[in-house]
């Protein structure tokens, strides 16, 4: 098998795929399920990336019972794990109870970075750098006049110095409000704009100009409180206490429980057609910025002995630019969602992060994660097993019924009923 292959991205879509077909020995039915562009269509996903051949279709699934400062959300989920949508509209049901879901969040500022190399005398350029402010900003406003009409541009710089063993470098900061947009390509333009200046004005050669996706000047926050009533007593409450306290100290415990929250952020994230990786460096750095990795959310128990959790993470994500405006389902879902900013984007995000790592909390720490998730799995693996139409959901009743919830017994059980 050969991949060197000349001139691939001029091929149309269906010429790409028949030589992929032929190189791997696609069949006809395989090459048909990649070749669908969906909604999409052949040439928003020809102009989207790069080399397309077709595309992966992700279900789409609304959580349902979010109240989020008064206000009441559907929320759009892409995602092909089960039992994610349930636990969500679950856990904001839940919430509800205590009175809904509390959040807010800084102003849309992302940091851009320009490294500078080769300066002799550092921390005196760092004083230069930060009187010349000033001119910095008007050059960075520039590269995006729509974004500064928006309301948004440079609102700040910082200069740090890293020591690199040989040498040390100055990493500028640029702090751009980027308004509704996730910013990157500002940002970006931004950042090669001034690096110029910086060069002339420091002697220092510019390398590295691009966003950071630390973004812990955009910050989004969501408290909710979780009635001891609803959750079977206080009982459950210590023992979600105790859950969280093992994330808080173990980095294996945190890395689940914080893969949890992103089950519900990154499905948001790709819905509504925004960088799902971005979103994920994010939240992953900013849970470790103190050098642990820790979890993103908190609990704690309130006077009543209810459940008071919380969370903080960055949230860069749009309602314009990137894929938000150019993909149809991606659209259709942002009118779902119905948010006026992408602040209350943010605010969102972080409400479904902090409701769906309660929602898998509440399910570990009293009857296990495998009776709702299984159970709700159970479809899938009865469709693995060969179960077709009004067979797929009497298959998984049975096996949901046997407790053995696995693709040999689905199978045993599709036997029986033919
Ligand atoms: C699955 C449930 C919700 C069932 O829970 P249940 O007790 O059967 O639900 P219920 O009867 O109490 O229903 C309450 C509400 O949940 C929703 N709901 C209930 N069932 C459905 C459904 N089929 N489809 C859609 N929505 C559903 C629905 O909103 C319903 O309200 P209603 O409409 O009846 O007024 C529960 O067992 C649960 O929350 N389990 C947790 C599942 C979970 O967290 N899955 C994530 C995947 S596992 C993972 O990747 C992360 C993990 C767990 O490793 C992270 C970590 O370790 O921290
Ligand atoms: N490290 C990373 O995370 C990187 C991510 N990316 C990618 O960058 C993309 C996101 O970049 P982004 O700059 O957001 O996208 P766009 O450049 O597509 O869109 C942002 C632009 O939309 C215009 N705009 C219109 N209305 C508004 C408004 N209300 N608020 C703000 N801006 C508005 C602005 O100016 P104008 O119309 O003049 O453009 C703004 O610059 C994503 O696709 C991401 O994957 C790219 C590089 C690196």
Do not use: W
């Not at 979010?66 to 009441?72: A, C, L, Q, T």
Request: hydrophobic share 40%.
């Amino acid at each position: 098998m050969d991949s060197r292959i000349s001139g691939f991205y001029k091929f149309s879509i269906d010429e790409r795929l028949d030589k992929i077909k032929e190189i791997i020995g696609l069949d006809e039915e395989e090459a048909d399920n990649l070749r669908d562009t969906g909604s999409l269509g052949d040439e928003t996903a020809d102009r989207l990336v790069e080399n397309v051949v077709g595309s992966l279709e992700i279900p789409v699934g609304v959580a349902t019972n979010f109240k989020i400062n008064d206000k009441d959300y559907l929320i759009p989920m892409a995602i092909e794990e089960t039992s994610v949508i349930a636990a969500a509209s679950k856990g904001a049901k839940i919430a509800r109870e205590g009175g809904g879901i509390k959040a807010n969040s800084t102003d849309p500022v992302m940091i851009g970075q320009i490294q500078l190399t080769n300066i002799k005398d550092p921390y005196g350029q760092k004083v230069d750098i930060i009187d010349a402010k000033e001119e910095i900003f008007e050059l960075a406003n520039e590269q995006d006049r729509t974004l500064v009409k928006f309301g948004g541009g440079a609102r700040d710089i910082d200069v740090r110095v890293i020591d690199l063993g040989d040498e040390k470098n100055i990493v500028v900061h640029l702090y751009i409000d980027c308004r509704d947009a996730m910013g990157a390509n500002a940002v970006n333009s931004m950042c090669e704009a001034v690096s110029e200046y910086l060069s002339d004005l420091t002697g220092g050669e510019p390398r590295l100009r691009i966003i950071s996706n630390l973004a812990d000047k955009r910050l989004s926050r969501a408290k909710a409180v979780f009635p001891k009533e609803e959750l079977g007593g206080e009982d459950v409450v210590d023992k979600i206490l105790e859950s969280y306290y093992l994330a808080k100290e173990d980095p294996y415990r945190a890395a689940t429980h914080n893969k949890g929250i992103m089950n519900g952020i990154t499905a948001v994230t790709l819905a509504t057609g925004n960088d799902t990786r971005a979103i994920e460096s994010g939240a992953h750095s900013y849970a470790s910025i103190d050098g642990r990795y820790k979890p993103l959310t908190y609990y704690e128990k309130n006077e009543k002995g209810d459940l008071v959790g919380s969370i903080e993470l960055p949230t860069a994500v749009g309602t314009v630019g990137g894929a938000t405006g150019v993909h149809p389902t991606a659209k259709a879902n942002l009118k779902i969602l119905n948010v006026d900013s992408s602040q209350e984007f943010g605010e969102v995000l972080a409400s479904v992060g902090l409701i769906q790592n309660f929602a898998a909390l509440r399910a570990l720490s009293t009857e296990g994660i495998q009776k709702g998730h299984m159970s709700l799995h159970a479809k899938n693996i009865a469709m693995m097993a060969g179960a077709e139409g009004r067979m797929i959901d009497k298959v998984a009743k049975k096996l949901v019924e046997s407790g053995e919830i696995t693709s040999e017994k689905a199978q045993e059980i599709l036997k029986n009923i033919n």
